[in-house]
């Protein structure tokens, strides 16, 4: 999950906040500063309860990001990297850049944050049982108590929550076949999940809407992150180790800048039928024009009008290296919700261009023919 507001940095990993955790901060608000601490903590003005209840909430979410940061560094130590980290409805999640290089690593990491959480809860108990009787000692019990839940949740043995990555880490160890290790945690992901829809339908026909709904909310995200969770690794096969310039499309179309609009449109985008084309002076890559750009120039200009004066220039454009990961660049397609990315080299020159389409090439083999880059028996040619 990527996108959404982003807080800062912190211990250089990238936070951000999605869209949906403000419905989440406002729901869990409302719940404890209408039902739980007045229940608990009775004789209270209801603007105090309200303060409870949104601290309480910002602090659970402050403990999700904690537990988050125990899964990132864990993985920072291993070598994996993490691109961010992303608060929403449901928690948090810690983008890995990568699988983890071995079984034990990914035990580690995937260990990391529920033990994280044990710590924390264990820490907040204690502050709970020295304030207690007061307000503060109040949020602080409470928030022992949500630390003890979320780090025992994990564990529940169905990808992708923290305990179905550690039946994958023990399955992969085992057989030595990840990609068969998370398909495995991945079906045990989706029988969770539908226990938890199952759980949650019953429980709205009991007249429990809230919570029942609640229950079907996550199953269903459960169930959909396991199917993502085992694509990805699919995915990370099949254009791992890949480069971007081994499957790119090096014959591409480009225009000269000093062309006229008038003869880009009669050379170009009438023979060619492209919706842009790479701008390039000798060989290095100076821009993109595209057909909203031509066509947003007047008729009566377009025989005086050059390229280069419409044209985006290269510094606001998406370029990728030939060193760079196919993985990577699939990525970065989704994430900036593009279907291309220009290659260009060192030294500025356009080499080609990356599309979807040539990775989605790439997987279709890989599906049908399996790894075709895994080592041949010696003597074999």
């Known amino acids: 999950m990527g996108g959404g507001i982003r807080l800062g940095r912190l211990l250089g990993i990238p936070i951000f906040i999605h869209s949906s955790w403000f419905i989440a ?44 940061l125990g899964h990132a560094l864990t993985a920072r130590r291993h070598g994996v990297r993490t691109r961010n980290i992303t608060l929403f409805m449901f928690g948090g999640v810690a983008q890995i850049a990568a699988e983890p290089p071995t079984a034990e690593a990914e035990l580690a ?13 264990g820490l907040l108990w204690i502050g709970g049982r020295l304030m207690a009787g007061t307000a503060l000692g109040a949020i602080v019990g409470y928030l022992a108590f949500i630390n003890l839940l979320l780090a025992t949740f994990n564990l529940i043995p169905g990808f992708p929550l923290d305990g179905g990555r550690v039946l994958r880490a023990w399955l992969w160890r085992r057989s030595g076949d ?4 998370t398909r ?10 539908v226990l938890f829809i199952g759980l949650g ?50 014959d591409v179309h480009t225009i000269d800048p000093n062309l006229t609009v008038e003869e880009a449109i009669a050379e170009y985008f009438i023979p060619l039928k492209h919706g842009g ?6 060989d290095r890559l100076v821009g993109v024009v595209t057909l909203q750009d031509v066509r947003a120039v007047p008729r009566g200009e377009r025989g005086e009008r050059r390229v280069r004066d419409v044209m985006t220039p290269s510094a606001g454009l998406k370029t990728v290296r030939p060193s760079s990961s196919a993985y990577e660049a699939f990525v970065r397609l989704g994430q900036e919700q593009i279907g291309r990315l220009l290659v260009v080299d060192d030294g500025g020159a356009l080499v080609g261009i990356l599309t979807r389409s040539d990775l989605l090439h790439v997987i279709r083999v890989y599906m049908e023919f399996g790894d075709l880059r895994e080592e041949k028996p010696a003597g074999t040619r």
């Open 277 to 282: 084309f790479p701008v390039v002076y000798g």
């Open 25 to 68: 901060l406002w729901v869990l608000s409302w719940s404890l500063a209408v039902a739980y601490y007045p229940q608990e903590f009775p004789g209270l003005l209801s603007s105090t309860y309200w303060a409870m209840g949104i601290v309480s909430a910002l602090l659970l979410f402050g403990s999700v990001l904690v537990h988050e």
């Open 184 to 193: 495995t945690a991945a079906q045990g992901g989706q029988v969770v999940a």
């Open 178 to 181: 990840l990609e068969r290790a």
């Open 109 to 121: 990491i995937a260990a990391a944050g529920p033990l994280t959480s044990y710590v924390l809860a």
């Open 201 to 250: 339908v019953v429980q709205v026909f009991r007249g429990v809407f809230v919570g029942g709904l609640w229950l079907v909310l996550i199953g269903w995200f459960l169930q959909a992150a396991a199917q993502a969770g085992y694509q990805q690794v699919l995915l990370r096969r099949a254009l791992g180790g890949v480069r971007v310039g081994e499957i790119m499309t090096r």
